[in-house]
């Protein structure tokens, strides 16, 4: 994970706290058992995280948080997940048919640092988890 460490490390912390708020997701995925975390940079478009539980047979992940590079100066976040592997009863996230590697997924957008919304996803990639080890 040197590449992300580097990555997060000349990333130039804004008022919108989003990568604090990253780093506060990334900390979480650590923390789930068995699983593995793959970094996939796309300069100028995206960099994305990829948790993956050990005994997932069919699909490459169960989660993807991805840091919106579009204007590097002002970085977003979107955390998806298949549809089937999460539940969102305050209902935030956005359904995007075919949205998640061709499969439907929910995606949810964080453009500033929010306390609530950061632990709702963490709620969500913790079910994800759960739910991709079965």
Not at 112 to 118: S, T
Request: aromatic share 12%; charged share 35%; net charge negative.
């Amino acid at each position: 994970m040197k590449e992300l460490e580097n990555f997060i490390d000349n990333w130039n912390e804004t008022d919108s706290k989003t990568k604090q708020a990253f780093i506060q997701i990334y900390e979480h995925l650590k923390t789930l058992e068995d699983t593995t975390l793959e970094f996939h940079a796309r300069p100028k478009v995206s960099y994305s995280l990829r948790p993956r539980h050990k005994s997932q047979k069919n699909r490459s992940l169960f989660a993807m948080v991805d840091i919106i590079d579009d204007d590097p100066d002002d970085r977003w976040l979107s955390v998806c997940f298949y549809g089937e592997m999460i539940t969102d009863p305050e209902e935030t996230g956005d359904l995007i048919p075919e949205g998640l590697l061709g499969e439907d997924g929910y995606c949810f957008d964080l453009y500033e640092y929010d306390k609530d919304e950061i632990e709702y996803l963490k709620q969500r990639l913790s079910q994800a988890y759960e739910n991709a080890k079965e």
